[in-house]
């Protein structure tokens, strides 16, 4: 069997498991995300850097995601086409559609670096940074 082939058909055993993991799985959590402003303008002036460089952290993650979009939907349609070739064809569609989808979820950004940095410059210039996580699904 083709190893493309069979590793395309795990990737899509793990994204059915996944589907069913995350059915059944137990509560989840939001972080919520207050800040307490430093007491002095030097500690205002440093948090306005802060800002500027989370800014810059943001657009540098969009651009990233937005730029490798084209080349996973190149990928997936790779992939479909290796999978056509191959012995079973039975699954190549799905596969594709999920690729496709995965490529879709990809592009999303992702501000987590940019969040963490921003909260330790904050604290750095004086300010507090509290959170508390908050149940929003099966609380129960």
Do not use: W
Not at 7 to 23: E, H
Not at 92 to 98: K, T
């Amino acid at each position: 069997m083709h190893t493309l082939y069979r590793r395309s058909l795990q990737s899509i055993a793990v994204v059915v498991f996944a589907g069913l993991t995350a059915c059944a799985s137990g509560p989840q959590y939001r972080t919520n995300t207050s800040y307490v402003a430093p007491p002095t303008t030097q500690g205002a002036t440093c948090v306005a850097s802060c800002q500027t460089s989370e800014q810059v952290c943001r657009a540098r993650q969009e651009d990233t995601a937005r730029a490798e979009y084209p080349a996973c939907l190149q990928r997936a349609k790779d992939d479909y086409k290796i999978c056509m070739q191959g012995m079973s064809t039975i699954n190549c569609s799905l596969y594709r559609d999920l690729s496709q989808q995965q490529c879709a979820r990809d592009m999303e950004p992702s501000y987590k670096t940019c969040v963490s940095s921003y909260n330790s410059c904050y604290q750095t210039c004086g300010g507090e940074v509290k959170t508390e996580s908050v149940c929003v699904k099966n609380c129960d």
